[in-house]
């Protein structure tokens, strides 16, 4: 989708509809919407009056303007109380405008934005929610689809210019998320669809287009560098294994480099330790970790931060066959360390015990950001709502949180107290990859903890229940939410 600033009164736009965003209970009259409502001859106030439109956040109201205005259909689309308005319901209404016209054939939509709001945050969640409104899950249906046909979204309003600082806004917002339907739509794509050898080839056709570094390393490679709990969960499939690293180098690097580490499960059937038939058809989304960080590093090669950035993708499917490793397999990974495998359906530690060990090792990672959909028990504790974090030192932690709570990725940390740890303690090996069901999201990322080193700034997440809604929300509708592409590109752009 274009996004342009209208330098020009919003009757001269020449658009196919003007969203126009209403406070709950407003008098359009005597408020920063009584131009558009005299424009209009008071047509807003009289659909305000007939209670046709509260303001009640989302509701939408349709106007015919009888070409008092150029555009021909006004959409009022409730912003809800005026003390509740945030960033996050910013974008939901934005997304519930443009999502209006799915199945109609409107492709240029004008947005009203309102005086008595910031312009330069409120453009920048505008053009957030309008694109994330975009996004369209029924790619494999060959019939029957209603997508969103508007191509150009333009802003308009009297806060609106065209100075450096809104259309930066534009910028940002636009390049943030279209990197999330990005990782939505690779999160959608099923298990045959997109194997390990395919992100491989996303990652390739990003890097070429974006002007990002990239090595991929095969199972040859992975072997030389002793790459053991990614070979060991990698060997039940007769797909190739690839671990993919993309980095973004600005052009004056300091001394920090963040890397963003993905679990990329192409397919969890739990292998030897075989999951249920029910679901199971879920975890094609089991590479949600690794889609997010090379869309995240996408638009960073875009935003261009003054940090350095490494994403490691490790890809492989979980699969049980002859040649699966087994229950009770002993692992040495590429830290040295050894694992007992006690279940094989916990192999995104294994593959991420790697990952870890490699970014600090040869990449030099200073801050580390993992994702991954690595527990069923963080689902149980958290939900659908809130991401689970884990990490040290605590304000690199905090700084994480506090990101994604202002990007509308909610977050809630939970503690890595020792007395956790003798939960994954191995008779035979340093560690054992399942701690029983007790505290199962605590006791993966201490897991984690064991091959990420003091000194390194360390957050996980454990995305297991944000990274598929269950039941849609406006800007997140039934599907991938594209969780926590959001909070990682903002992590990036607020380190210096
Ligand atoms: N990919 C799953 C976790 C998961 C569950 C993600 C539900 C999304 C929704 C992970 O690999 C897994 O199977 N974890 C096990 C760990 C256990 C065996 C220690 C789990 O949570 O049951
Ligand atoms: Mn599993
Ligand atoms: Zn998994």
Not at 236 to 248: E, M
Not at 397 to 420: H, S
Request: hydrophobic share 40%.
């Amino acid at each position: 989708m274009q996004v342009n600033l209208a330098v020009q009164p919003f009757q001269d736009v020449d658009a196919d509809a003007l969203v126009v965003p209403l406070f709950q209970d407003e008098k359009p009259a005597n408020s920063p919407l009584a131009k558009v409502d005299a424009a209009l001859n008071g047509a807003l106030s009289r659909a305000v009056d007939f209670r046709e439109i509260t303001g009640k956040r989302y509701q939408t109201a349709i106007l015919y303007t009888d070409i008092r205005i150029k555009a021909p259909l006004v959409v009022v689309v409730g912003v809800g109380k005026k003390e509740e308005y945030s960033p996050e319901y910013a974008r939901h209404v934005a997304s519930s405008a443009i999502r209006h016209f799915q199945g109609r054939p409107a492709s240029r939509v004008a947005y009203y934005v309102r005086s008595d709001r910031p312009a330069p945050a409120e453009v920048r969640t505008a053009v957030e929610g309008a694109i994330y409104g975009t996004y369209d899950p029924n790619e494999y249906k060959t019939q029957e689809r209603e997508t969103v046909q508007v191509g150009e979204l333009i802003l308009v309003g009297e806060g609106v210019s065209n100075s450096p600082e809104l259309q930066q806004a534009v910028t940002v917002g636009r390049i943030t998320a279209e990197a999330t339907n990005f990782a939505r739509q690779l999160v959608n794509e099923p298990a045959n669809k997109l194997t390990p050898s395919d992100m491989v080839e996303r990652a390739r056709a990003t890097a070429q287009e974006y002007g990002l570094e990239i090595e991929v390393l095969d199972r040859i490679r992975m072997t030389e560098l002793g790459m053991g709990g990614l070979l060991g969960v990698a060997q039940g499939s007769d797909k190739p294994p690839y671990f993919i690293i993309l980095r973004y180098r600005p052009a004056q690097p300091g001394n920090a480099t963040l890397a963003l580490v993905g679990k990329g499960i192409t397919f969890d059937s739990g292998g030897i330790s075989i999951k249920p038939a029910e679901n199971m058809e879920q975890m094609k989304t089991d590479m949600t970790g690794s889609a997010s960080c090379l869309a995240a590093i996408r638009a960073l090669a875009q935003l261009k931060p003054s940090v350095s950035v490494v994403a490691a993708l490790a890809m492989t499917e979980n699969m049980p066959s002859g040649h699966a490793m087994r229950p009770g397999d002993v692992l040495t990974t590429m830290s040295g360390k050894t694992i007992e495998v006690v279940n094989t359906d916990a192999e995104g530690r294994l593959i991420l015990s790697d990952a870890l060990a490699y970014v600090q090792q040869k990449e030099g990672a200073t801050h580390v950001v993992d994702v991954a959909t690595l527990t069923g028990a963080c689902v149980v504790a958290l939900g659908h709502t809130a991401t689970g974090v884990m990490g040290a030192p605590q304000d690199w932690v905090d700084f994480v949180v506090n990101t994604g709570r202002e990007c509308g990725e909610k977050m809630w940390q939970l503690p890595l107290y020792e007395e956790y740890e003798e939960q994954i303690s191995s008779k035979i090996a340093d560690v054992k990859n399942g701690g029983g069901r007790p505290a199962g999201t605590i006791t993966a990322a201490l897991f984690l903890k064991k091959f990420v080193q003091e000194s390194t700034h360390w957050a996980h997440l454990d995305i297991a229940g944000t990274a598929w809604a269950e039941t849609g929300t406006r800007y997140r509708p039934e599907g991938p939410t594209g969780i926590p592409v959001h909070t990682l590109i903002d992590v990036a752009m607020r380190m210096t």
